[in-house]
């Protein structure tokens, strides 16, 4: 006894030197030379404290904790420590080695990030798989949905329908209001969902939210003395419409992308996602998706059937299109056709997933940018009206054809800085697949880099970075015709940086480049600038050209029917939440007619 007795000091000296030498293991391992929050590496959970502490101050995300950070540590590369018992997340706010980075497919890949935040809803969609055979066997099934004749013939169509609906009640609302503000961010997310519904599975679909908000156009007119639910007079004062019922299907749809809202900043998630799939509300949300969409495929085959070989008259939806290339592939490969396979219900209900959130957000940075910024909504109006003049003639909005047809400089440039400042995706993932660099700086294997799209370089003016990268290094020692050509190598000097003076301002005409024998004509240059907001490379965003093309037909129908006035400063901020994309908290209207449809 007296044996064991004397030996506890030894027993818990031991203890002792074993814990402090586990803690020492188990501390995060910063990588040489990159910047990092010291009190991070003295903490087993990493970052993880000083990004609770930053978020409960108030309207702040983990995106701004990231932007924050880069300018704290004042370095484009920084570590940050996200999970116990993880490598370091690299943080890079350097346009041109992220453009770089992101070309440089031998070296980087899809990260396991978004697998993360997206695995539990579409575990075996393209978003989030590595670039190999079986992603571009996926990418091949879908890729003529963004063809520019599908685009044309099938989606401008839908996207036309939705948003003139969306118009027309936006009119009704504008006289009801009388000159008060609302909050639209509902109106738009329904009408962003209704388009990309009907361009997944159809514009004759039987849910349709804005059937609901067309009630609106019926409302009494009596109500346009802004006494609507017994509200003051005040000019300031936001008027509250009535919210529109979703259909169960629309309901479903969107209670199933919102789940990765519980998902975000998890360190288990694969257990969350097991978690919030068990949910009653959940796991009946996905069976009706299941019995929608499987449904919409029946359809789409029995109507595929019905017709010659040649014959393609029938599409009329992703679905239709999507079933189509299955019975091709099947015919090419020698193999039968699976229209009910995990991946084409994976990849349909991706198009709602990634296209309804990511338009909706879009739409919503877009009205607040151009309700503070007068002068280019004015500007846009002008050229507008100037290319449509018949339409204007004729008191009618321009049709799809014409919208789509017409060469309009300011309307792309007002596009493209929307999509700079919305940063709607603030960041674009990569992983390194190989031992490789970032700015001088010796990347290991697995580590998961993050290019910030809303920070310095971007948004705010750029770090002075001293010293080239890698492929800087390599390109000066090239023949200056090769670099010229070769896709895979960047050049600091070759990409233009904007002016730090107006980065931080809406300034469409940071896009637009003298032209014409006098340079008195101006030309819309996509490379003006900085501009990451698709991605770049073989995983840039599958979507974009439809994205685009919302974007302008809602841009025209809009300053052509309706000006927007300034809200009162306590509707107009600019803080975000990070939910499926990062939306803007505030999204209020105050509208003014330019232009009665029909008149």
């Not at 000083?50 to 370095?75: E, M, P, R, W």
């Not at 990030?113 to 969609?125: C, E, R, Y």
């Not at 490789?436 to 948004?459: D, Q």
Request: glycine fraction near 6%.
């Amino acid at each position: 006894m007296r044996t064991v007795v004397e030996s506890w000091p030894g027993i818990g000296a031991t203890c002792l030197v074993i814990l402090y030498l586990l803690h020492g293991i188990t501390l995060p391992r910063p990588l040489p030379d990159i910047p990092h929050n010291t009190a991070a590496v003295r903490s087993l959970l990493g970052d993880l404290p000083a990004i609770s502490s930053y978020l409960g101050k108030g309207h702040k995300t983990l995106i701004t904790y990231f932007n924050d950070t880069v300018i704290s540590l004042n370095s484009p590369l920084v570590q940050v420590f996200l999970k116990p018992l993880s490598a370091p997340t690299l943080l890079l706010s350097d346009y041109n080695e992220a453009r770089a980075m992101l070309m440089r497919t031998s070296d980087f890949d899809r990260s396991p990030a978004l697998k993360d935040l997206v695995s539990g809803l579409v575990p075996d969609h393209h978003i989030h798989l590595k670039t190999d055979a079986v992603w571009r066997a996926q990418r091949d099934q879908i890729r003529d949905l963004m063809k520019p004749s599908f685009l044309k013939d099938v989606a401008s169509p839908i996207l036309y329908q939705s948003l003139s609906v969306l118009m027309d009640a936006w009119a009704v609302k504008c006289r009801i209001a009388n000159g008060r503000p609302w909050s639209a961010g509902a109106d738009v997310r329904n009408a962003a969902l209704d388009a990309i519904m009907g361009f997944a599975f159809g514009p004759d679909g039987e849910h349709n939210a804005n059937r609901s908000m067309r009630e609106v156009l019926n409302v009494r007119q009596d109500a346009a003395d802004g006494k609507m639910n017994g509200q003051t007079e005040s000019p300031d004062e936001p008027i509250d419409f009535p919210s529109e019922q979703m259909s169960y299907v629309l309901q479903a749809m969107i209670d199933l992308t919102e789940t990765v809202m519980e998902i975000h900043g998890s360190p288990v998630p694969n257990f969350k996602w097991a978690y919030v799939n068990r949910k009653p509300r959940i796991s009946k949300a996905t069976r009706c998706k299941e019995q929608y969409i499987a449904q919409q495929i029946q359809d789409a085959v029995t109507r595929m059937e019905q017709t010659t070989r040649d014959d393609t008259s029938w599409v009329k939806s992703a679905t239709d299109q999507v079933i189509l290339g299955e019975k091709t592939l099947a015919d090419r490969d020698g193999r039968a056709t699976d229209y009910f396979s995990r991946v084409i219900f994976d990849e349909l209900f991706g198009v709602i997933f990634a296209g309804a959130g990511t338009t909706a957000t879009t739409l919503c940075w877009l009205v607040k940018l151009l309700t503070d910024n007068p002068n280019a909504q004015r500007k846009l109006r002008d050229e507008l009206q100037r290319s449509f003049r018949q339409a204007q003639a004729e008191e009618r909005d321009p049709t799809v054809q014409e919208i789509t047809s017409t060469r309009i400089p300011y309307l792309d440039a007002t596009i493209e800085e929307v999509l700079r400042c919305a940063c709607t995706s603030p960041f674009v993932d990569r992983q390194a697949t190989v031992d490789t660099e970032l700015l001088g700086h010796r990347i290991p294997r697995g580590t998961v880099v993050l290019a910030l799209l809303g920070g310095p370089s971007m948004k705010s003016p750029a770090f002075d970075v001293k010293e080239p990268p890698r492929e800087q290094q390599q390109e000066d020692s090239k023949p200056q015709e090769q670099a010229e050509i070769d896709p895979n190598h960047s050049s600091r000097i070759k990409h233009k940086a904007w002016d730090p003076s107006t980065i931080s301002e809406f300034l469409p005409e940071r896009w637009l480049v003298p032209s014409g024998p006098d340079g008195e004509e101006q030309t819309f240059d996509p490379n003006a600038g900085p501009q990451l907001a698709f991605g770049l490379g073989p995983r840039a965003c599958f979507g974009r050209r439809f994205v685009s093309m919302e974007l302008r037909i809602f841009l025209t129908l809009l300053c052509l029917r309706l000006e927007l006035l300034r809200c009162p400063s306590a509707l107009s901020s600019y803080d975000s939440e990070l939910r499926t994309t990062n939306e803007p908290r505030q999204c209020y209207l105050r509208l003014r007619e330019v232009r009665s449809k029909g008149e």
